[in-house]
């Protein structure tokens, strides 16, 4: 079966510090694909990243990157020079390759940026 | 841009109730499904529907039924509505595949007293 683990339940940092949301995974397929979503306050999920599982490129777009390792299962996220804005709760996903193909997210992890 | 709209934001039921919670799409999707989202447990599955009148049960069905009887639409049905089904329900869809990025609607918060 598949699971996503973020164990960081809240993280609070001041502005303009970097911060880093873990993501660990558990799947037995070898094709699988891996999101992260944003729920800012007004609380409508929005879609940051999705890698599949043959691509361990990792990926910048602006303040944001992410690191994907599958000798770690691990599919992390990495805020630099945190705003206000950013303040959120993320999630990280993830989703059968073959089959229904549901979408299996995480507990969350939510940031707070102080300015 | 895709936009998936839940029909209430806020819902105040009484325990026993039958509650109906709808969804709507309006590109064309295939794959439509149900969430609750709970402090500490992130979102839940609660049923998918891959496409018109097909659904599978996610990780917590019980107590919980859907209807999707266009491609469009897709209803959660709480046939009696009790105190641990007060939660926030999100609804989402997607093209198709295991690939495709979900849309969400903005949740509706059910409290059911």
């Known amino acids: 079966a598949q699971k996503v683990t973020q164990a960081q339940t809240e993280i609070s940092v001041v502005e303009k510090e970097d911060v880093t949301l873990d993501c660990v995974y558990e799947?037995?397929?070898?094709?699988?694909?891996l999101f992260w979503y944003k729920q800012p306050p007004s609380g409508e999920l929005v879609f940051l990243i999705r890698?599949?599982?043959?691509?361990?490129q990792n990926e910048i777009s602006g303040r944001y990157s992410w690191n994907f390792q599958k000798s770690t299962s691990s599919f992390n996220f990495t805020i630099t020079a945190s705003q206000v804005v950013d303040s959120a709760v993320y999630f990280c996903?993830?989703?059968?390759?073959?089959?229904?193909?549901?979408?299996?997210f995480g507990t969350g992890t939510r940031l707070l940026v102080s300015p | 841009d895709v936009k998936v709209t839940q029909s209430s934001r806020y819902l105040v039921k009484r325990t026993g109730e039958k509650v109906f919670l709808e969804c709507v799409q309006d590109?064309?999707?295939?794959?439509m499904f149900w969430y609750r989202q709970d402090p500490g447990l992130g979102l839940r599955l609660i049923y998918f529907?891959?496409?018109?009148?097909?659904?599978e049960k996610g990780d917590i069905p019980e107590g919980y039924s859907v209807s999707r009887e266009k491609k469009e639409r897709f209803s959660l049905i709480l046939e009696s509505a009790s105190t641990n089904q007060t939660s926030m329900y999100l609804c989402?869809?997607?093209?198709?595949?295991?690939?495709?990025?979900?849309?969400f609607g903005s949740g509706t918060q059910l409290s059911v007293l």
């Open positions: 890698r599949n599982s043959f691509d361990e």
């Open positions: 799947t037995r397929d070898t094709t699988y694909y």
């Open positions: 989402a869809s997607r093209i198709t595949a295991g690939w495709e990025k979900l849309f």
């Open positions: 529907s891959y496409d018109v009148k097909m659904k």
């Open positions: 590109m064309d999707h295939e794959n």
């Open positions: 996903a993830l989703s059968e390759a073959l089959g229904f193909q549901k979408l299996v």
